[in-house]
């Protein structure tokens, strides 16, 4: 168990619908990733917090992602107005904040737009 | 940007026998290399991984090579064992932020 904790596991929505999901990293961590990964394929990355400051987001990320990381602590990921493309697991990452430092994943969260 | 190559994409072992699996990366400014582990249905797991100034890293039947001059780095598995199969991914970081890029992975399955 790395400590990193993301809900829900499954999301099963509709073309057209909001989700969010929420990302639990490990307490002392204040590095924080979102990578979204298809299947049979890496983990690309979406976007980084260092603490609550959102300081890189991917190209991959749409107008219709928004992530947030209010005081530093857990962070959600909204996608609005959801489109098939969209069905992937959404993994969270945490790190300390130091030169060489180890990423540590969630379980992910799995989404299937129908 | 960064772009990390994997091969090979599977690779069928027998128990007992080793497995190596190689990534080379393009950006030479690319100086932290982990390699994960993922188990279907869970989120990949840290098992090893490479700091630039380091050629070499060891940890019990799992090794790391890195060969900054061309660019590559390898994971080497001894003495494999069944539960060894899953999906394994190499990465490489380049920038201060920290975010990795992945390879397209490697499929290990162990037979007994």
């Known amino acids: 168990d790395t400590g990193v904790s993301q809900d829900p596991r499954h999301k099963i929505t509709k073309r057209g619908q909001n989700v969010t999901f929420r990302c639990d990293p490990i307490?002392?961590?204040?590095?924080l990733y979102w990578y979204r990964q298809t299947l049979g394929q890496g983990p690309e990355f979406l976007t980084y917090f260092q603490n609550e400051a959102q300081l890189e987001k991917s190209r991959l990320l749409s107008d219709r992602f928004s992530a947030e990381r209010p005081k530093g602590s857990f962070s959600t990921l909204e996608i609005q107005r959801t489109e098939q493309g969209d069905s992937a697991m959404y993994l969270c990452?945490?790190?300390?904040?130091?030169?060489?430092?180890?990423?540590?994943f969630g379980p992910g969260t799995r989404l299937t737009v129908t | 940007g960064e772009n990390v190559e994997q091969h090979p994409s599977t690779l069928s072992v027998q128990e007992g026998d080793s497995a190596v699996i190689k990534c080379t990366y393009s950006?030479?400014?690319?100086?932290?290399f982990p390699w994960y582990k993922q188990e279907l249905g869970k989120g990949p797991q840290l098992i090893i991984d490479i700091r630039s100034n380091v050629g070499e890293k060891k940890d019990q039947r799992i090794a790391v090579t890195l060969n900054k001059t061309a660019k590559h780095f390898s994971l080497h598995i001894t003495e494999t064992q069944p539960e060894d199969s899953a999906v394994y991914f190499c990465a490489a970081r380049y920038n201060s932020y920290g975010k990795l890029t992945f390879g397209q992975g490697t499929i290990l399955t162990v037979h007994p």
């Open positions: 307490s002392e961590h204040n590095r």
């Open positions: 950006d030479s400014a690319s100086n932290y």
């Open positions: 990452a945490s790190s300390r904040n130091r030169v060489y430092y180890e990423q540590y």
